[in-house]
C-alpha cells in the first residue's frame, strides 16, 4: 500500500466514524420522542390498573351512577355522582361567565385596542394567566366567599363562588387563543363588510367571529380543560359537600377536590375508589384532547 | 401648449387659486360627536361596542383586583422572621420551603430539558410531519399538556413513591413536575426550531458540516433565546403548582437534605398556610412572595422570547 491509499483509508474510517455519531445522536433524538410516547402509557397503565379493579369490586354503574359517597360507613359506599354533577356544574357556571368575557374582551385587543393601551393590556391578561392557582383559592376564600356570603346569603362556599373565581382564571386562556384567531382573519373580510355597509361591529360579529370560529371553540375547549383539572382553587371555595346541590349557592364536591381531601389517609378500597375517579378525570381530558386536535384537522 | 390642448379636445382650466391646506376638513375622519351620531341610528352595534368595552374594563378590573388585594394584605405582612434560616412553629419561616421549590425546579429542568430539547430536535429536524410516529408523539405531547395535575399527583404517588419506592421526597416530586413540564419545554423549543431560516441549515451543509454539527453548531445557538424562554416557562409551572406536589414531595416544613428526604414547595407551603386559618397574615405573605417569584419568571420569559423575534424580523 502506498502512503497516498493509507491516507484515503485513514480519511474513510474517520468519515464512517462521524457517521456512527450521526447515527447514535438521531437514535437519542429518536428514544427522546419515543419517551413522550412511553410517559403517556405509563401514566394510563398505572392509573387504569389500579382503577379497573377497584371498580370491579364496586361495580362500574354503583361507581359513576352511586349517589352516596361514604368511604367510612360500616358498609362503605363509593358513588362519584354527585362529584360527576359538582364538576359538571362548576364548568359550566365558569365558562358561563368566563367565554362571553373573554371572548368581547379577545375583540377589544384585536380591533379596538390602541397601541399604547394593548402594550399595557397584555401583560395584564399574561399576569392573570402566571398567579398560581392556589393564591386564586385563597383569594376565594377571603374576598369572595364573604362577599357571596353577604350578598346572597348560605354558607358563601358554593357553585356561584367556584365559578366566578374559574371564570377569572380561565380569562387569559380564552383571550389569548381567541385573540390570535380573530387577528388570523384575513383583513379583506372586515373591509368587504364594511364595503358593503356594515358597521364596524356588525363586521366582526357577522364575518370575523364566524370566521375565527375553530379558534374560538378551541380556546373554550381549553378553558375547559382548565376547569376540570383545576384542583387547589376549587378544594378551598366550593364547599365539598357530597350531596346534589339544590341551587347555586349550595357547595359541591369535584371529582378533583375529592382525591386531594381524601387521598392522604385512603386505604384499600377506597383508595382505588380514588384512583378511579382520578381515571374518570383521565378520560374526561383524553376525550377533550381529541376533541381540539379533531376541531384543528377540520379548520386545515 | 394651450392651442394643443385645444387639438386634444382637453379643457384648459383656469389657473387653480392656493388653497389653504390647514382649512381642508378630511372626510374620512370623524369626530367623536360624529361617531356617536352614527351608532345612535344603529342601536345593535352601539350595544355591541359598549358591551365590548364593558368586558375589557372586567378583565382590567379582575387582574388589579386580584393582584393588588393581594399586594395590600401581603406586603404589610412581610417580616424579616419569615425569611429564617430555621423553620419553627413560631416563626413559620418560608425560607426553607423556598429552597426546597429551588432544589425541585432545578432537578425537574436537569431531567426535562434535554429529553424535551431533543425529542424537539427529532419533529423539527429529522422527521417528516406526515409520519406517523410523529403524529403519534405529538398526540402525546397534547394529552400530557392536558393531564390535569392532581392526576400527575396520583400517578407520581404510584409511581415514583410506591413501585420505585422512593417515598415521598424531593427525587420524586422532581419526577413527577418532570412529566409535566416536558410538553411545555419540548412545544416552545419545536417553535423556536422552526423559526430558524432556512438558509442556515443550507449554508452549513455546504460548507460540508454534517447534519449533527448544524444542529449543535448553527441552529440550536440560533433557538436560544426560544429555548430558554420556554425552560423558564417551566420553571414558573414548578414554582406555582400544589397538587401534584402534596403526595410527592411531601409537606414537611424543613429544607430537604438530599435527593431522598421530603419537604414542601413554597405553594405547599402557603396551602397548609391558609387551610390553618390561624395564619391569615404569613399565607398572604407567602401569596405575595409566589406572585412575585412567578411573575418574574414569566416576565424574563416574554423578554427572552421576544429577544428571537426581533432576531428574524
Request: hydrophobic share 55%; net charge positive.
Amino acid at each position: 500500500m502506498t502512503e497516498q491509499t493509507m491516507q484515503a483509508a485513514a480519511a474513510v474510517k474517520k468519515r464512517t466514524k462521524i457517521a456512527w455519531k450521526e447515527l447514535l445522536m438521531k437514535l437519542v433524538f429518536i428514544l427522546a420522542a419515543i419517551l413522550f410516547v412511553a410517559a403517556v402509557l405509563t401514566i394510563c397503565i398505572f392509573i387504569f390498573a389500579q382503577a379497573v379493579p377497584a371498580v370491579a369490586e364496586i361495580g362500574f354503574f354503583k361507581f359513576l351512577f352511586g349517589s352516596v359517597w361514604a368511604p367510612n360507613n360500616d358498609v362503605p359506599s363509593y358513588g362519584i355522582a354527585t362529584m360527576i354533577v359538582g364538576s359538571c356544574y362548576i364548568t359550566a357556571g365558569a365558562l358561563i361567565i368566563g367565554v362571553p368575557i373573554g371572548l368581547l374582551t379577545a375583540v377589544f385587543m384585536a380591533r379596538y385596542c390602541p397601541r399604547p393601551l394593548y402594550r399595557v393590556m397584555k401583560p395584564m391578561t399574561n399576569i392573570l394567566a402566571g398567579i398560581p392557582s392556589i393564591v386564586y383559592g385563597y383569594f376565594g376564600v377571603c374576598v369572595m366567599v364573604p362577599f357571596i356570603r353577604r350578598t346572597f346569603g348560605g354558607t358563601g362556599s358554593s357553585i356561584l363562588t367556584a365559578s366566578v373565581i374559574l371564570g377569572i382564571m380561565i380569562l387569559p386562556t380564552i383571550i389569548s387563543v381567541s385573540e390570535n384567531a380573530l387577528r388570523a382573519v384575513p383583513k379583506s373580510y372586515y373591509e368587504g363588510a364594511l364595503a358593503l355597509g356594515a358597521t364596524k361591529e356588525r363586521a366582526i360579529i357577522f364575518t370575523e367571529v364566524p370566521a375565527a370560529k375553530s379558534g374560538i371553540m378551541t380556546s373554550i375547549i381549553l378553558g375547559l380543560g382548565r376547569v376540570i383539572g383545576e384542583t387547589m382553587a376549587v378544594v378551598m371555595i366550593a364547599g365539598n359537600q357530597t350531596a346534589f346541590p339544590s341551587s347555586i349557592l349550595d357547595g359541591v364536591r369535584t371529582m378533583t377536590a375529592n382525591i386531594v381531601l381524601e387521598l392522604g389517609y385512603a386505604t384499600g378500597l377506597h383508595r382505588g375508589a380514588l384512583i378511579a375517579t382520578a381515571a374518570v378525570l383521565f378520560v374526561f381530558i383524553l376525550i377533550i384532547t381529541i376533541l381540539v386536535s379533531l376541531i384543528r384537522k377540520k379548520a386545515k | 401648449m394651450e392651442k394643443e390642448n385645444a387639438v386634444l379636445g382637453r379643457k384648459t382650466l383656469p389657473p387653480q387659486e392656493e388653497t389653504d391646506v390647514s382649512k381642508i376638513v378630511p372626510i374620512n375622519r370623524q369626530s367623536f360627536s360624529d361617531k356617536l351620531r352614527a351608532y345612535m341610528k344603529k342601536p345593535f352595534s352601539f350595544v355591541v361596542m359598549i358591551l365590548v368595552m364593558i368586558a375589557a374594563a372586567i378583565t382590567v378590573g379582575a387582574v388589579l383586583w386580584v393582584l393588588i388585594y393581594t399586594l395590600a394584605r401581603g406586603i404589610p405582612s412581610l417580616k424579616p422572621e419569615l425569611f429564617a434560616w430555621e423553620y419553627t412553629r413560631k416563626n413559620l419561616s418560608m425560607l426553607p420551603a423556598i429552597i426546597n421549590t429551588l432544589f425541585i425546579a432545578a432537578l425537574a429542568l436537569v431531567i426535562s430539558v434535554p429529553i424535551g430539547v431533543f425529542a424537539a430536535i427529532f419533529m423539527v429536524e429529522y422527521a417528516k410531519s406526515t409520519n406517523v410516529f410523529v403524529k403519534i408523539v405529538r398526540m402525546a405531547a397534547e394529552t400530557l399538556a392536558g393531564i390535569p395535575s392532581i392526576v400527575y399527583g396520583i400517578f407520581g404517588m404510584i409511581f415514583f413513591v410506591e413501585v420505585c419506592g422512593w417515598g415521598t421526597s424531593m427525587l420524586s416530586g422532581a419526577l413527577t413536575m418532570t412529566l409535566m413540564i416536558l410538553p411545555v419545554i419540548m412545544r416552545t423549543t419545536e417553535e423556536s426550531l422552526k423559526a430558524v431560516p432556512d438558509t442556515f441549515r443550507e449554508g452549513s451543509y455546504a460548507l460540508g458540516a454534517g447534519k449533527l454539527r448544524t444542529i449543535f453548531v448553527i441552529i440550536l445557538p440560533s433557538a436560544m433565546s426560544g429555548i430558554i424562554s420556554g425552560i423558564i416557562l417551566g420553571l414558573g409551572r414548578v414554582v406555582g403548582e400544589t397538587a401534584a406536589l402534596i403526595y410527592t414531595a411531601g409537606t414537611s416544613a424543613y429544607a430537604a437534605g438530599g435527593l431522598f428526604s421530603e419537604g414542601r414547595t413554597l405553594a405547599i407551603h402557603m396551602y397548609i398556610l391558609s387551610i390553618n386559618g390561624l395564619y391569615e397574615e404569613e399565607a398572604w405573605a407567602t401569596a405575595v412572595v409566589l406572585i412575585a417569584l412567578v411573575l418574574v419568571i414569566n416576565g424574563l420569559a416574554e423578554f427572552v422570547g421576544n429577544k428571537l423575534k426581533k432576531e428574524y424580523n
